[in-house]
């Protein structure tokens, strides 16, 4: 048997969308000008970090026995025995634990350019200890970039085994002097 509700619930219903014309479809393109764009930001925030500075292929001579330490050749020759003693305490603290390598080189760009615009001229890096990859390229990526002075395994205090203390050279050499009194 045939309900004779179906028919007329077809038949109002044919009867309603019986002007409509079905819509077609418009892909939306974007242009290739804003890919352009989002690229050259793209470049120049990774530029504006300084990640430019960190190479994964070149390996700076560090001193194998002892606590990690490095100190460019014309800094002087008391910054890492004052790194040692913890007579200068950071200013501003990057902790890099859960980061990729990408992602921890990216972040160490980002504090020294911090550290340069904002006039700080000690710095703690986090790296931690865990499987000894953060721990082992840190110090090779800090000692490539030409901004920092030195650095030290940082003191107990500061995170010991599983950070550094980092000094960076600074464009206004009186904030520096200012910081030592």
């Known amino acids: 048997m045939s309900d004779p509700n179906k028919n007329d619930d077809f038949s109002l219903f ?14 939306i393109k974007l242009p290739t000008k804003n890919m352009k764009k989002k690229q050259i930001i793209k470049q120049i925030r990774e530029e504006s970090f300084e990640t430019n500075h960190f190479s994964d292929g070149f390996e700076p001579h560090l001193a194998e026995e002892g606590p990690i330490r490095y100190s460019r050749q014309d800094a002087d020759k008391y910054l890492i025995k004052q790194l040692r003693r913890g007579d200068f305490s950071p200013e501003i603290i990057l902790d890099l634990h859960g980061l990729t390598q990408d992602e921890a080189k990216r972040e160490l760009g980002a504090l020294v350019t911090c550290c340069k615009k904002e006039g700080l001229y000690c710095c703690s890096v986090m790296h931690g ?6 721990k082992k390229q840190v110090p090779l990526w800090l000692a490539q970039h030409p901004d920092i002075l030195a650095f030290h395994q940082a003191p107990l205090e500061f995170g010991g085994h599983g950070a550094l203390l980092v000094l960076v050279e600074l464009q206004d050499w009186q904030m520096k002097r200012e910081y030592e009194k």
């Open 129 to 134: 200890v865990g499987k000894h990859i953060l």
């Open 14 to 27: 044919s009867a309603e969308f019986s002007g409509i014309k079905k819509l077609k479809q418009d892909t």
